[in-house]
Each structure stands twice: as C-alpha cells, then as structure tokens.
C-alpha cells in the first residue's frame, strides 16, 4: 500500500474506523478483512492526522446515539419478554435521556421572551391590530414554558 504522511486520506482509513467504531470488530478482524497490517489500525486507532480523537472514544461516543440506544433497548425488552434477567439499568438510561432532551432541545423561556419581545415590536410597525392580538397568545405560551421549566 502506499505510504501517506495524512492518514486520513488513506484510502482505508474511513473503512477501518467505521468498522472499528460501528461495526465493533476489533483491530485483528479488521486487518484480517481488509488487508491493513495490525500495526497500522493500531496507529489510526489512537486518533492521529486531523482527528485526534481515538476510536475508542469515537465508539462510546457511537453507542450513546439516540438510534443505537434505542436499539439497546428493544433488545433488553426481547430478552426479558423471552425470560432472561435484566441486563440494561433501563429506568438509569430513561433518566439520563430525558436530561439530555431537557438541555438540547429545548428553548428556555429567556429565549421565547426575546424572540417574542422583537416580533412583537415589528409586528406593531406592521399591522398594530393583529399584533395587539398575539400579545395574549405569547404571555400564555410564555407562562406555559415558564411551568415546563419550573
């Protein structure tokens, strides 16, 4: 194979940290399949080149995606339904999920209100009738955020 000084323009690299990261196999499966030598993997695989993360860190990274969560849990529920022991602390998972959805996709209020504030000022220059209209509408949506957040 040819030697690169970037290692992330080899033409294997993407393949062998795919496979690695989400695929799960590990560095001597991976040589094995795609002719890469152990020693190489090895070195990709400590975060070289421009992404100085490692693919260990890339895989816990992968694992904690909302899809393969989501696929971790409808495997414990097809191992409990077929009898087996629990083995994902699932209410744990629930917990820290709804966290994450709490800090990444939600819209504080301090946000709405200014958001509001502007479109209000712009739609009283525009029509100050419809505008006096949504005044309403925005303080019972503002409240509504201010409860969900409370």
């Keep these: 194979m040819t030697k690169l000084t970037r290692v992330n323009n080899h033409p294997m690299y993407t393949i062998c940290e795919r496979m690695y990261v989400e695929e799960g196999l590990n560095k001597k499966a991976i040589a094995n399949a795609t002719g890469v030598s152990e020693q190489t993997i090895g070195k990709w695989s ?3 080149g421009e992404s100085n993360i490692s693919w260990d860190e890339k895989k816990n990274q992968y694992k904690a995606t909302p899809h393969n969560i ?71 949506f503002l409240q509504h955020k201010a409860l969900q957040e409370g």
């Design 70 to 140: 989501k696929k971790m849990l409808i495997d414990e529920l097809s191992h409990l339904a077929s009898g087996g022991e629990a083995t994902l602390d699932v209410k744990s998972i629930a917990e820290v999920r709804r966290a994450i959805e709490q800090l990444s996709d939600k819209t504080s209020v301090q946000v709405v209100f200014t958001v509001f504030k502007e479109f209000d000022q712009w739609m009283a220059s525009q029509e100050p009738d419809t505008a006096i209209l949504f005044l309403e509408w925005h303080k019972m």
């Design 46 to 48: 400590k975060g070289v």
